[in-house]
């Protein structure tokens, strides 16, 4: 096969990078918030034009093409399959919708070394990036990690799928699609080079870490039975916060220290993967309502919380333990109410948390709902069994601006990206002077 000059990638990698600039220059000129429903399940199934055939003919699968190497791999079937991320729920663009774990490829060859293994190495994820453009959604597939073998050849692609979906036909195009024979249009992902091509055929065709790939094929979203399509709505529903101005989330619980106990001030914070409680005997978010009155975008702040309040807090093993904000953080709102209840987070979360020789930082977004009749925001997992919640909050151990440090930290395996459940609830106990926080939409 005559290899395509490596000049053509420079002119494939400016082209795919112009694209990806005005698609975010759409997105930045209108909203940046955008919501998916339908599902919950997700499954991409992969067709193309089997460029073998002499007349067009639509067939299961896909077509890999290693452009410089001018090298295909086809597949005679693809799939992504997974689940939508609390569909209902606003995200940003370039912000997952859903995880596509499960990942089939059967039947893959190359023309030249036949028999071709396609092993997913990652959990890919897709991403709407932009506003819709004539029916269509610039959207992703990312987090795509694949080890490729063929004999005397080892690499692995990687990357991200760019390109467009059609919520009315369900079909995710790539770049490069649709047309005939090979596409020789980086789709976004390229060759790794960790780990690099090994292999004396890997040689001979001069793989090279940031090859680009081209994709000869589009994915239809064929839900299984119990799901429903992709839903995205042009447009993000509105509410308005009233109110306050001052709002505090305190804290209470089941002390699972005493069993039997009554609802007091406080909350447990639980570090799942080493299982290491965290009690606290006062916990508080204290702030003010954003702009009352004023209509905003479900996703955008109800009220911000730049005052922390932690006393009293200790493990059993550490012994006590502080907090310190390092960020404020803010009430958003991230659905329609359902039942009376809206799908919240407390977002921007950053705590500094030191105990004897342990340091460490808690990130992320606690996920949860918020009941304006009652004024309770309620974290996942509660109420639940156990004297802990083990269920994921949204909170992680931080890598940055250090990992847990300190010998304690070691004896108890803290390590970057462990997650944190939350035992308790929040009730917005505003100071005199200050009102509920109330919630309308139009």
Same mark, same amino acid.
């Given at each position: ?167 009315? $036909? ?56 119990? *799901? ?41 914070? $639980? ?25 905003? *975008? ?26 310190? *904000? ?61 004297? *802990? ?54």
């Amino acid at each position: 096969m005559m290899k395509r000059p490596r000049r053509l990638r420079a002119l494939l990698a400016a082209a795919i990078t112009a694209v990806a600039v005005m698609s975010s220059m759409t997105g930045a000129q209108a909203a940046t918030l955008y919501l998916p429903s339908g599902g919950p399940e997700m499954n991409l199934v992969a067709s193309y034009d089997d460029p073998r055939t002499p007349e067009p003919t639509i067939v299961p699968g896909i077509q890999l093409t290693l452009i410089y190497a001018d090298e295909s791999i086809d597949c005679s079937g693809l799939s992504f399959g997974g689940s939508l991320i609390k569909p209902g729920t606003v995200k940003g663009y370039g912000s997952p919708m859903a995880e596509l774990g499960t990942v089939s490829a059967p039947g893959c060859t190359n023309p030249t070394y036949g028999a071709t293994t396609l092993d997913l190495l990652s959990t890919p994820r897709f991403a709407v990036s932009g506003d819709a453009t004539g029916g269509t959604w610039p959207a992703k597939i990312t987090n795509v990690r694949w080890k490729v073998a063929w004999p005397s050849c080892d690499f692995t692609i990687e990357g991200t799928i760019v390109g467009r979906l059609d919520t009315a $036909t369900q079909v995710f195009t790539p770049l490069g699609n649709p047309g005939t024979g090979p596409s020789y249009t980086a789709s976004g992902l390229a060759i790794a080079a960790n780990p690099a091509p090994v292999g004396s055929a890997c040689t001979t065709l001069d793989l090279q870490p940031g090859d680009d790939v081209g994709i000869c094929g589009t994915f239809l979203n064929t839900p299984p039975a119990g *799901s429903t399509g992709v839903v995205l709505p042009t447009s993000v529903p509105t509410y308005t916060p009233s109110g306050g101005p001052a709002v505090t989330l305190a804290g209470s619980y089941d002390d699972p220290r005493v069993p039997g106990t009554a609802i007091g001030p406080g909350i447990s914070l $639980t570090l799942i993967e080493p299982a290491q409680p965290i009690y606290c005997s006062g916990f508080s978010l204290g702030g003010s309502v954003t702009s009352p009155g004023t209509s905003r *975008s479900l996703g955008m702040p109800a009220a911000g919380l730049d005052v922390l309040g932690a006393p009293g807090c200790v493990n059993p093993l550490m012994g006590p333990m502080t907090f310190t *904000s390092l960020s404020p953080s803010n009430l958003v709102l991230a659905g329609s109410p359902v039942a009376g209840k809206w799908p919240a987070q407390i977002v921007g979360v950053k705590w500094k948390v030191t105990a004897h020789l342990c340091e460490l930082y808690l990130e992320g977004a606690i996920d949860g709902t918020f009941d304006p009749a009652t004024q309770v925001f309620t974290p996942v997992g509660n109420p639940g069994p156990g004297a *802990s919640s083990m269920v994921p909050s949204g909170l992680r151990i931080a890598g940055t601006p250090a990992p847990p440090t300190g010998g304690m930290c070691r004896t108890v395996d803290l390590l970057p990206g462990d997650q944190v459940g939350i035992r308790g609830t929040f009730t917005n106990t505003p100071a005199a002077g200050s009102t509920l926080l109330g919630l309308s939409t139009p």
